[in-house]
């Protein structure tokens, strides 16, 4: 019997892979030999019949069921970074996948990395329980190896996604002209500030190309800033929250401003549809595609430079998808 525990997923792009993972376990002919450990708040597939557990997201909480079945399994992933709070009989993998976490380290005395750094020390102290590491990218066996959670040997690296999800979209030359796409959530690496400021660069010097984003309200102060371009008379659409799928099928261009990803799956997913992609000057970037542009992630004028360049240079290239869906090679580990 294998465990997958998710017991800490529930929301964001890691409940997106976790529930792909899931659907795919259940369509398999040995899908009872898999036992799900769950979030209360996941939203729980109608695929998933009586092999799951459910039981309050608490660190203690986890720590009495993995006592009480140390014995039971033969193998077990653990989602969400975490590592067992035991040691396990089973061999245990842990699937990482937050780059936030390596990055607190060196960040510790900085007030708003200090929840993500008492993480880490928790992380830290549990790395024994866990036989390996698995990350999506090369520079994640990096960040791993260099805050001495585990040795590059005890780090597989097995991307996995749905590379299904966005296959189509319009032909580029019947897109829509001039327009730029974010889909994210208003965070600080997704580096909002710098994008809104290469926007008002664009517009005084008289380019007013178009800018799609998803701030929600969690963001007031983004929300106002970007009211205030508007009036100005910057283009900019504010979905809040939106699918991207339409916006990635119709639109030519996505912007991806990020200062830290553990994989960067908008990447994908914008390279599958069809766009053209403006990015940052970072490694977590190539690890996933070759990029059509980049620019300096620090530069609200280099990213409004892209732009410009982009919209007027049309022999601009496709970007290449440079990693595959190894979902096949996770399943056979796990099986």
Known sequence: MTLIDGLFVNKGGGAVLFTYLLENLMKRADKDKFHFLLDPRFDIPASLQNNYTVIPNKTAERKRFYK???????????????????????????????????????????????????????????????DYFIVQTPHMVKGLTEVGLKDAAHCLTIPFYDDKKYNGGLPFEQRRKNEFVLVSNPTPQKNYPNLLNAWEHLLTQGHTPTLHVTIDETAPAFLERVQQLIERGAKIVNHQYRDPRELYYECPYLIFPSLMESFGLPLIEAAESGMKILASELPFVYDVVTPSLTFNQDDPASIAAAVVKAMGDHSLPFPSVVTHNKLDELVALLA
């Open 68 to 130: 009480l079945h140390t014995k039971d399994y033969t193998k077990v992933l653990c989602f969400a970074n975490t590592p067992p709070p035991v040691k396990m009989k089973a061999t245990v993998y842990t699937y990482f996948h937050n780059q936030k976490l390596l990055e607190a380290p060196g960040q510790k005395f900085k007030r708003m990395f200090w929840s993500q750094y008492i993480k880490y020390l928790y992380v830290k102290v549990n790395a024994q329980n866990t």
